[in-house]
């Protein structure tokens, strides 16, 4: 198994009968994974513990402790499995310690009153972006595995605060095999929008809590690129609260994000 590319990471883990599986230092940000990956982990594991496939509605995640790259064990648990949603807990082991807790509802569709929306959002190009690599001495280890681009907003370390960002962003890797995992990675790559206030790194940050809800099933989305508008809400006493929306490529809204984040500047 290559424990570089996601694919594989979460191959080794979904089929491990011990759920366990192993990444490299190149999916860390500082000592840690990345939390995209480290959340994929146990959405992975809840899926094994589903009767039958359902589509994921919502995921909640606690950061507890450094993911340290190399072996990570996951432990599932069914909290309770009705008609039309099953809910699920999953802890990401890491050097023996749980480093990360979650929750999240899978849930079947049903008939249902569908209000009427605003239709399709209006995207920007990606031609007139900032590329990663453009940016690429400012960047954490694992946007390697990542194509995307800033297009407004606050640029991490830039010294010129803005207190939103809009970037696009898609997989260079083929993880069309873990639709939920995908987007889950996709819907954690903006950092701190308040790092855009200093000038230099290294800042840390890190966030608390995550909790992400899904307005479209991820296994329907077919396209490769999403479109990330996200937000300041406020930020005091070395903590800041952001929420995000993510578009497919389409200007379908397919996901709704917040998490409170703690850094040190």
């Known amino acids: 198994m290559q424990d570089t590319n996601l694919g594989d990471i979460l191959a080794g883990l979904e089929n491990s009968d011990s759920n366990s599986t192993r990444f490299s230092k190149n999916w860390s940000q500082g000592r840690s994974a990345f939390g995209g990956l480290s959340a994929a982990f146990a959405v992975t594991t809840m899926r094994k513990k589903l009767a039958q496939p359902q589509t994921i509605r919502s995921l909640m995640v606690s950061f507890i402790a450094p993911v340290i790259p190399g072996e990570v064990n996951v432990e599932a648990t069914v909290l309770r499995q009705g008609r039309n949603v099953t809910q699920c807990s999953a802890n990401v082991i890491s050097e023996g310690q749980i480093a ?6 899978f849930g079947n569709s049903r008939e249902a009153f569908k209000p009427a929306t605003a239709g399709h959002k209006i995207l920007p190009s990606r031609d007139n972006g900032i590329t990663f690599s453009d940016n690429a001495k400012r960047l954490p280890h694992f946007l390697q595995y990542f194509d995307g681009c800033w297009i407004d907003g606050g640029i991490p370390f830039s010294g010129s605060y803005k207190p939103y960002l809009n970037m696009w962003v898609r997989h260079k890797q083929d993880v069309s095999r873990f639709p939920i995992e995908k987007l889950v ?6 950092p701190p929008v308040l790092l855009s206030h200093f000038e230099k790194p290294p800042v840390p940050a890190s966030s608390l809590t995550w909790s992400l809800e ?3 099933p991820p296994e329907k989305i077919t396209g490769e690129w999403f479109y990330l ?3 300041v809400e406020a930020a005091a006493d070395g903590y800041t609260q952001q929420s995000g929306k993510i578009y ?3 200007g379908r809204l397919v996901a709704l994000t917040r998490q409170c984040m703690v850094y040190f500047g």
């Open 214 to 216: 899904f307005v479209e």
């Open 229 to 231: 508008e996200f937000v």
């Open 185 to 190: 990675a996709i819907a954690d790559i903006p």
């Open 100 to 105: 990360l807790q979650a929750m999240a509802a």
């Open 248 to 250: 497919d490529e389409l």
